[in-house]
């Protein structure tokens, strides 16, 4: 499995600020993945981060409000801009094994309360 | 896009007992199907998997079974123990590799 490490693992925020959220993959991958887990709910995904082109964003997701950026095959960062209390939720990048792309396994996550 | 539907949303079983939970999928291309779980503050666990050319895999008290024909697919658990209790997610990606995610199972094992 890979092994994935995020930073911070949670934050107190104020609103009208912005986060940036880190995660880090033990080996080269072609794609990173970050979800939004709100309160008791289900995981939705915001967007694909690969490497050497732009993030690809899912229906309701803006690259305004989720700046997100890959620069090499084992990073990248999510950034929740201009939060409000709305943001409130765990944010969990995923990522892949190098020889199985379909098989995702998530880092801790970040839970974000914006206050 | 992709829409998966799972039921139900929460389920008690008596330790030792089975526990069945059951996801449908819209779209006909899906070809990945992997569940998950989620105990209290953790990140999803990925426990087991199945792709679309295989009908029914296990993996010691767990199995997962896939109905191409009629878009389900289900996880069992036979006799479940304290340590199953978590949120149970199914989940359903295409080519792209987007796990699109059911809404989540709360099983609790009451012993």
């Known amino acids: 499995s890979a092994v994935i490490s995020q930073k911070p693992s949670r934050d107190i925020c104020q609103r009208g600020t912005s986060l940036t959220i880190q995660c880090q993959v033990d080996?080269?991958?072609?794609?990173m993945f970050w979800y939004r887990q709100q309160p008791g709910q289900s995981l939705t995904l915001i967007a694909t981060?690969?490497?050497?082109?732009?993030?690809?964003?899912e229906s309701g997701f803006v690259i305004d409000k989720f700046p997100i950026s890959r620069p090499n095959l084992t990073f990248s960062t999510l950034t929740v801009s201009n939060m409000s209390p709305e943001d409130s939720s765990i944010y969990l990048c995923?990522?892949?094994?190098?020889?199985?792309?379909?098989?995702?396994?998530f880092g801790p996550g970040t839970r974000l309360t914006v206050l | 896009g992709e829409n998966v539907e799972q039921h139900p949303s929460t389920l008690s079983v008596q330790e030792g007992d089975s526990a069945v939970i059951k996801c449908t999928y819209s779209?006909?291309?899906?070809?990945?199907f992997p569940w998950y779980k989620q105990e209290l503050g953790k990140r999803p666990q990925l426990i087991i998997d199945?792709?679309?050319?295989?009908g029914e895999k296990k993996d010691q008290r767990i199995a997962v079974t896939l109905n191409k024909t009629a878009k389900h697919f289900s996880l069992h658990i036979t006799e479940t123990q304290p340590e199953d209790s978590a949120v149970y997610f199914c989940?359903?990606?295409?080519?792209?590799?987007?796990?699109?995610f059911g809404a989540g199972t709360t099983v609790t094992v009451r012993a």
């Open positions: 995923s990522s892949h094994p190098v020889t199985l792309p379909d098989t995702q396994y």
């Open positions: 080996s080269q991958v072609t794609m």
């Open positions: 981060a690969n490497q050497g082109s732009e993030a690809t964003y």
């Open positions: 779209d006909s291309a899906s070809n990945y």
């Open positions: 199945i792709r679309s050319n295989v």
């Open positions: 989940a359903a990606s295409i080519d792209d590799y987007k796990l699109s």
